[in-house]
């Protein structure tokens, strides 16, 4: 199998979280690409017609794309049931990656577009998702998000961590403290630890 990568884009890091965690990696070879919305990777495109990333090519049958069939096609393969609790599983990765969709507009927003066409209320509209969403997450899902290992909380520790990385004065942890100690344990998974982004 090939994986078309980038180290920075936090949903080809749920993927890369799952190989470490399933033990899948050695199957898998990473193809580093180098995409924007502006200027898509042609050996991308020609793998996924979306030209977007992550999309896993396989030797038995048609290029997976979407971070969350991807996973659900790692978990099924390793048989490591993380998706165990089937529905709440499921809405908390859908939260999860809308986390990531709204932070990552708000990344593209600053760096796509010229400095004097970047829409404030645009970027202030996403945060407003995301840190909606962070306060959903420490007020109704801590016992889950404390529970075993499922793809619901990979999709969170990726989600958080992209905001530091991207967005570190977004103020996620305030008023979210239960959230903010889960996230400080989580992180330091090794997983987490392997799959960093580099700075810059």
């Not at 090939?2 to 749920?14: D, E, I």
């Not at 193809?31 to 990777?41: E, F, G, R, S």
């Not at 403290?177 to 982004?197: D, G, H, I, N, V």
């Amino acid at each position: 199998m090939k994986l078309y990568y980038s180290a920075a884009s936090p949903f080809v890091r749920k993927v890369m979280v799952v190989l470490h965690e399933t033990e899948q990696l050695e199957d898998v070879d990473i193809i580093d690409v180098h995409t924007t919305a502006l200027d898509p990777d042609e050996a991308l495109k020609t793998s996924n017609p979306l030209a977007k990333i992550p999309a896993l090519s396989r030797g038995n049958g048609p290029t997976l794309y979407d971070s969350r069939v991807i996973c659900a096609y790692l978990d099924h393969r390793a048989g490591s049931n993380l998706y165990g609790r089937s529905w709440d599983t499921k809405v908390l990765e859908a939260t999860a990656d809308g986390i990531m969709e709204a932070a990552v507009l708000m990344t593209y927003e600053r760096r796509l577009r010229p400095e004097n066409m970047i829409y404030e209320p645009w970027l202030e509209a996403q945060l407003n998702k995301v840190l909606g969403a962070c306060s959903a997450l420490n007020d109704r899902w801590m016992a889950h998000l404390k529970s075993p290992l499922d793809m619901g909380q990979i999709a969170v520790g990726c989600a958080l961590a992209y905001l530091d990385f991207r967005h570190p004065t977004s103020n996620w942890r305030h008023g979210n403290e239960a959230l903010a100690e889960w996230f400080k344990s989580f992180e330091s998974r090794p997983s987490m630890q392997e799959t960093k982004p580099p700075a810059g």
